[in-house]
């Protein structure tokens, strides 16, 4: 399904008959697939004619674009859109969106309707072509869209899309989820798997390289199952790859998240061969504990994990790894937890996201018996946060001295003098430049270690 730009126009034009100038803030809560989805409301507003406000307090339209994984960002949300009741009652200018997975969940919308009802867009994960026509029944004729309408089975192409400056971009290939792990609410509230086509993917590629991206992102709950629901093609993620690869301007190429279930000899080699794709390869854990991956309906064991992890050491020079750890999930025992620590000590992940377990309505583990207390839980993170540290630590202290091939993304977060940018594994890297430089790939050799980042010097 092709997106046709039609309210767009139709706001836009309502905006220049009344001589009003409209602003919009986006506030994104949750995954990079999120914050890609954030990029295309964005495109969407823009094509409006709305600009961008720095400021929540000076917009005329606020969108939330919500995340339902962790259990606080319900409290958070509702606290946001709060804030804004007031406000909102001042200014008839003023318009109020949520949108994204929290709004699939009939609680929230629920809530929404009966608590928050000044809110005049509410829209699912899979709504977004509606959006323009929503909020311009909400400006001309003070309608309000408080509904998730159900398209699972439709992609929509050639949504408007703003990037951010930069030489970075992400570019969503497939949607949904077919895994069902047993914490995850994620297949409930974007659906199955369903996989864009690689001539739309392609486009996108050459798209951003055209305006001087250098470096992409390619994004899916599950990249390495892209193409598993073509009925008629046998085409693959290695296959798409290998077509990306070609795209002249690209130079860096990550992908997010593959499953450990799902990760071929296909896969490894083509990341093994390759100039363009990363070598730091995110690899969801999310247990070291055989019975509690079982139990997540995880689909291996820790056996199978440490099997692939040394397989693509052998096989990919310089590989890194990271991960996502839950700990106290409900039934994890001491023992289980130390098989997590074994595995953390055994890969050294350069990166590991680690979080307590919190319960998700709507899961299988949230009927599960024997949940942990929150102290125990605590307590383990502790111990997980202090080994993790330990192993980046020795892990830094090997770079030192190497030669890296880093893209110079801007100047450091926080040292305006200094500049950033990352190795091929993923390590964040700061050293003298020029503003000139930014865009462009130079050889960085490390000289210190500073735990978090590392020093560097052009050479």
Known sequence: ???????????????????????????????????????????????????????????????????????????????????????KKQNKDMYIAIVGCMTEQGHILDKIRKSYSYVDVVLGTKSMQFFAEKLYLAIKNHKKTQEVQDNEHE??????????????????????????????????????????????????VKTVASKGYK??????????????????????????????EKVEGIEVIRFISPHPKDFTDALIDKIASSDKIAKQIHLPLQSGSTRILESMNRKYTKEHFLTLVEKMKERIPNVSFSTDIIVGFPGETEEDFLDTMDVVEKVKFSLVYMFCYSIRKGTRAERMENQIEE??????????????EKLVLEDNEKKIGTVHKILVEGLSKNNDKM??????????????AEEKDIGTVKNVEIVENNKWYLTGKIV
Request: glycine share 6%.
């Open 215 to 244: 470096e992409i992102t390619l994004l899916g709950q599950n990249v390495n199952s892209y193409g598993n629901d073509f009925k008629d093609n046998k085409y693959t993620f290695v296959d798409l790859l290998t077509e990306i």
């Open 419 to 432: 500049y950033t940018g990352r190795t091929i594994d993923n390590k964040i890297v700061v050293f003298e």
């Open 375 to 388: 102290s125990v839980k605590v307590e383990r993170l502790q111990r997980l946060k202090a080994l993790f």
């Open 1 to 87: 399904m092709r997106y046709k730009i039609d309210y767009e126009k139709r706001i836009k034009e309502l905006l220049e008959q009344e001589n009003k100038q409209y602003t919009y803030y986006i506030e994104t809560m949750g995954c990079a697939l999120n914050e890609n989805d954030s990029m295309k409301y964005a495109g969407i507003l823009e094509k409006m004619g709305f600009t961008k406000a720095n400021e929540i307090e000076k917009a005329n339209v606020v969108l939330f674009n919500t995340c339902c994984i962790r259990e606080n960002a319900e409290d958070k949300l509702f606290g946001r859109v709060g804030y804004l009741k007031t406000r």
């Open 155 to 204: 992609i929509v192409e050639d949504v408007p899309i703003r990037y951010e400056e930069g030489y970075k971009a992400s570019i969503s290939i497939i949607y949904g989820c077919n895994n069902f792990c047993s914490y995850c609410i994620v297949p409930y509230v974007r659906g199955r798997e369903r996989s864009r086509l690689p001539e739309d993917i392609l486009n996108d």
